[in-house]
């Protein structure tokens, strides 16, 4: 189709809806735009990176490892200092949170918001060609302006957060966030080079037949866990587990399901970060009607303690997650 018409064809662009719905967002609208914005360009740069890592050097492990022992990809270097020279150019984040940074990164003391970011989230999937993602959480500071980050800026409890949201690296490339209003989603149009709204007012299924867990440790599963997948299975639901959590939880949202990352023997509290990635997908869980806990605790009432803290984690429909809590 010629420009003109998919322009027509598809919902109302990123920064219209932006602009149309920012009186929405309880602080000077001008800021979530601009916030929001300078992600969405991020994303689009890292767009065209994982689309062409096949064709250029950009593919493979760096032989470094991250905060977390994880090996970093080069395209999970590439994706954080995309993100990271975009939120500091547009003045308005005081702090970055990162996957791929021991330490918080300060911006400019005179940022209003702390973002928690894992840049690219799945990447050992980034050479087999499978969908990966970029979770991020956005928070407003809580000490003063123009003096230092502090300690309360930056572990702050998912409740806290004023947007959230993930894009998705896949067939097509979508972004999805929400600001406490609903949740929406956008799907890129890379000849426009624009995000259009495509998923609007998305709702979790209350109920669901998926479930995504990595069984090969189930041998250290607590009961609790096998009882549950018991269950599923004695039901007849289907198991799916792309092993990209981003990949996972969008199917899941879209046609409810559950996906558990419980304590294994390996992770002794789940594999997944409380800071920037199960708070963003808690958000987005909830604001679709769906639910996000530890198993027994709703995950954005968990206080966090250090910066890359791991947690148990289940999300999904709501009464999948409850049922998983309950068994
Ligand atoms: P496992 C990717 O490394 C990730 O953080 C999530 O995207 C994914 O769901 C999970 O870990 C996969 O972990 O242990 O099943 O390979």
Redesign the pocket.
């Known amino acids: 189709m010629e420009q003109s018409r998919i322009a027509h064809s598809i919902g109302i662009a990123l920064d219209r809806f932006i602009k149309n719905n920012q009186e929405q967002f309880q602080y000077a609208s001008g800021e979530l735009s601009q916030l929001l914005r300078d992600i969405a360009l991020a994303s689009k740069v890292v767009n065209r990176e994982v689309n062409k890592a096949g064709l250029i050097d950009i593919m493979g492990a760096m032989g470094s490892q991250n905060s977390g022992g994880d090996s970093q990809q080069k395209l999970d270097v590439l994706a954080n200092i995309r993100f990271t020279r975009a939120l500091s150019k547009g003045g308005e984040v005081c702090a970055l949170i990162s996957e791929e940074t021991e330490s918080y990164v300060d911006l400019n003391n005179d940022g209003k918001y702390v973002i928690a970011i894992d840049p690219l ?4 999937n980034i050479d087999v060609n499978v969908s990966i993602g970029t979770i991020f959480s956005i928070y407003r500071r809580k000490s003063p302006e123009g003096t230092p980050i502090q300690q309360q800026d930056i572990l702050q409890k998912g409740t806290e957060q004023v947007a959230a949201g993930y894009i998705l690296y896949g067939s097509s490339t979508m972004l999805v966030y929400t600001t406490g209003h609903g949740v929406n989603g956008f799907t890129y149009e890379p000849s426009l080079g624009e995000y259009f709204l495509s998923h609007p007012d998305l709702k979790m299924p209350d109920d669901g037949k998926i479930f995504s867990v ?1 069984e090969g440790q189930a041998l250290s599963f607590a009961p609790s866990v096998t009882s549950y997948l018991t269950y599923c299975k004695q039901n007849g639901y289907t198991a799916r587990y792309i ?4 990949a ?1 939880f969008h199917r899941n949202m879209l046609k409810g399901g559950i996906y558990i ?1 419980p304590a294994t023997a390996k992770d002794k509290n789940g ?2 970060r409380l800071m920037y ?1 199960c708070n963003a997908l808690a958000f987005i869980a909830e604001q679709a009607g769906g639910l996000a806990t530890d198993g027994k605790n709703r995950i954005m009432d968990i206080v966090p303690t250090t910066l890359h803290q791991r947690v148990p984690f289940y999300v999904g429909s709501k009464k999948m997650v409850e049922k998983a809590g309950s068994s």
Not at 121 to 124: F, K, N, P
Not at 243 to 246: H, Y
């Open positions: 989230d799945g990447s050992s990595n092993g990209s959590l981003v996972d990352y594999k997944l990635e």
